[in-house]
Each structure stands twice: as structure tokens, then as C-alpha cells.
DNA sequence: TACGTTAGCCAACAAGCGTTGACCAACAGT
DNA sequence: ACTGTTGGTCAACGCTTGTTGGCTAACGTA
């Protein structure tokens, strides 16, 4: 395990941060593969041997800027009616300004090791709110990734592929669509 | 305009085909920048410099590779309270029996012009069947974009991310839940 | 049979990639 | 002041990529 706390300062934390924003950048932008080293390195202003110095080779730099916690808000606090809009709207928060998520879902399409990390995200995190909330726990993984897909699919339309209708929505807008749907995929007895 | 008819029948025809079903198959499993030429060459059993020679470079193999009609059904025929199934029946339909909108999918993220395909093809084909079907024609675009959100969520969990939960509904369940929220993104008078 | 056209292979190119190791400069502890 | 450790650069490596041009052989006509 890696501890959280217990982390001497470095001289060097200046570098590996820049490094690490350029590279959520950069991955976020590009993807895995079109996102390199050397651009990374360029943006944080070093040598490239810098970063695998750092970070060992590519994997493992794309492992520490993609580490992320979704910080799902703590739902047994909302109505539960509440719970599909409470969720479109985290993400849709999370998402704007975190661009690591972006990252991650373009990565997790090309990179087999990054849909495992995107699929282990959405498992661990969304799958106790569905557990939680829907009518039968067994059915909890199925409502899940129902939820995964609506929220997914927003995702894609509005921050990788750009469809002008889904960035002209507001987030409230959004909200007011997705919620319900969100809402129904966890909660309803049946279809 | 390159007419469908009128097309001289040449010797390299099947080498054509070959390269075409080769470049399909891994630009579906690969992505843009991890299916390379020489791969989807040898895939066809045949040199490299003949994709070359044939569609000039790799972004026009793409181009023909991913040329695609949605075939979306003559809407007009079905009850104005079935769209939302039909559409979503005809998407899972067509996605499971042709990966070429697989490989569009995954190219339209790594891939600028990939993207604007794909915006393309929806925009072409989906548009038309909301302004049709909403009540508001000059909402249609928001509506489609909704519908396509849920849509290319639905496929990018079930076959690129390959969720096991998103894999593991069958099509008709998979529909059952999707088709009410199409429908309601395309019908509903207001969120 | 002669010959232009087509299909195909081979070898090479330049560029870009991730990655490595040698080397220098600044710091910290004694 | 001396010395080991850390932060950083430079130049190169081996490899893969897209792409090119020249060559051979088969074909289709006349």
C-alpha cells in the first residue's frame, strides 16, 4: 500500500507536478498513443529522460495522472428521488473540471489497461450507490451500468467527440434530461 | 459525387475487398494509431505499398474502410410511440452485425477527423427522424443529441469498454430500458 | 507473338517514438 | 572544505511507423 501521508518533500516536487499536468493534458487531449513523451515533456518545460526518471515509461506516467476518485457525493444524505439528478450533476461537475476523466475515457478506448482502470472506477464507486438504492440488490450491477452508459454516452458526445447540440446544453439542461433517466435505470421495479 | 453504378470491374478486386475487410477488422479492434498498415496488410496477405497504391494513404483506407449507411428504418411506418424501441432494437441491431460503427467509435475519439465522421453520419441520419418526431422542430438537434448520447453510451459500455454488466443484457432487456428514455428524449413535450 | 497495362513484391527512406546512460551543476551534511 | 546525493541536460540507441520507387511477372488484347 501506498501511504498517503508520509511523503518527504522533495526538492524535485515542482518537476513531477508540472510533469504531471502536462501529461493529464496532454492525455486528456490526445489519448494514449498520440500523446508522447516528448510533448509532455516540452509542456513541463524538462528533458524527457526527466519523466521516465520519474515515472518509469509511459504506463506508469499515465498510471499516476489518471489516479482519481470520483468523490461521489455521500448519497444516504438525499432524498431518494433525488439520487438520479444528484448524480448527473456531480458528474457533469467532476467532469468540467477535472480533465483527468476525459483522459480516461479516451484512453480507456484505445488502452486495454485503461478500460480496466475506467471499468474498476465505475465498479467500485457507482455500484454501492446502485446497490443501495435500487429495489433488488441483485439486479444492482445491471442498474449500474445502465447508469454508466447514459452517463458515458454525455460524456463522449459532449467532451471527446464535441456534438454541438450536447455542448450547447447547459449543465442544468442536461441535468433536467439525464436525471430522470439516471433516476429510472436505479430505482425503477421494472422497465 | 462517386456514383455506386458504373463501377469497372478490375482484376483486384478481391485484393481490394481483402485489404478493405482487413482495415475494418482492425481499425474495429485497434483503434486509428494501433492498426497499422503493415498489420492490415499482412491481415490480407499482401504487400504494404499495395494499400498505398490503392487508397493512397492511411487516412483515405480509413475513409473507405468506414464508409457507412445506418440504414435507419422508414420511421414513418411505425406507431408514433414506438420510436424509441425501434430506434434503439435497429442501433444494437446494426452494431452487433457490422463493427464497422465499432471501429468508427473507437476512431472518432482518438481521431479529429474521425469524429467529425461520426458527427457527420449521426447528424445526417438521426437529425431527420427527430425533427420528424419532436414536438418542437427546433429542438430536434438537443433531442438528437440526446438520443445519440445514450445511444453511443450504450455501445461504447457494451462493446468497447465491454462492461460485463452492459454485455451481459440481452437485447431485449438492453431495449426494454433504453427505449423509454429514447423515446422520451425525442417525444417529451419538456424534460 | 509482341506489347502496353495491371498486380504485386522488395528494399529502402526519413521521421518519430520510447528509452538509456554518460555527464554536469547544485545542494546538504559533516 | 569535502563528499555523497539529488535534479537536470545531452546525445544517442534501437525500433516501428507511413510512405516511395523500382523491379518482376502475369494478363489482355491486336
Not at 486528456?28 to 518545460?45: L, P, Q
Amino acid at each position: 500500500m501506498t501511504e498517503t501521508a508520509a511523503a518527504p518533500p522533495r526538492r524535485s516536487d515542482a518537476t513531477r507536478g508540472a510533469i504531471l499536468a502536462a501529461a493529464r493534458e496532454r492525455f486528456a487531449a490526445d489519448g494514449y498513443e498520440r500523446a508522447t513523451i516528448r510533448a509532455i515533456a516540452r509542456d513541463a518545460r524538462i528533458d524527457p529522460s526527466m519523466v521516465m526518471r520519474y515515472y518509469g515509461n509511459k504506463e506508469g506516467l499515465f498510471a499516476a495522472a489518471s489516479a482519481i476518485d470520483l468523490r461521489l457525493p455521500d448519497l444516504t444524505a438525499v432524498a431518494r428521488e433525488d439520487v438520479g439528478r444528484t448524480l448527473v450533476t456531480h458528474f457533469l461537475d467532476v467532469w468540467e473540471k477535472d480533465e483527468v476523466l476525459t483522459a480516461m475515457l479516451r484512453v480507456g478506448i484505445t488502452n486495454p489497461a485503461g478500460a480496466e482502470r475506467m471499468q474498476g472506477i465505475f465498479r467500485d464507486q457507482l455500484l454501492p450507490v446502485a446497490r443501495r438504492v435500487c429495489p433488488d440488490p441483485a439486479a444492482a450491477p445491471q442498474r449500474a451500468g445502465l447508469c454508466a452508459s447514459q452517463i458515458l454516452g454525455m460524456a463522449l458526445a459532449r467532451y471527446v467527440l464535441r456534438f454541438p447540440p450536447a455542448v450547447a446544453l447547459s449543465d442544468k439542461e442536461m441535468a433536467d434530461w439525464l436525471g430522470p433517466t439516471v433516476q429510472r435505470y436505479l430505482t425503477a421495479e421494472r422497465p
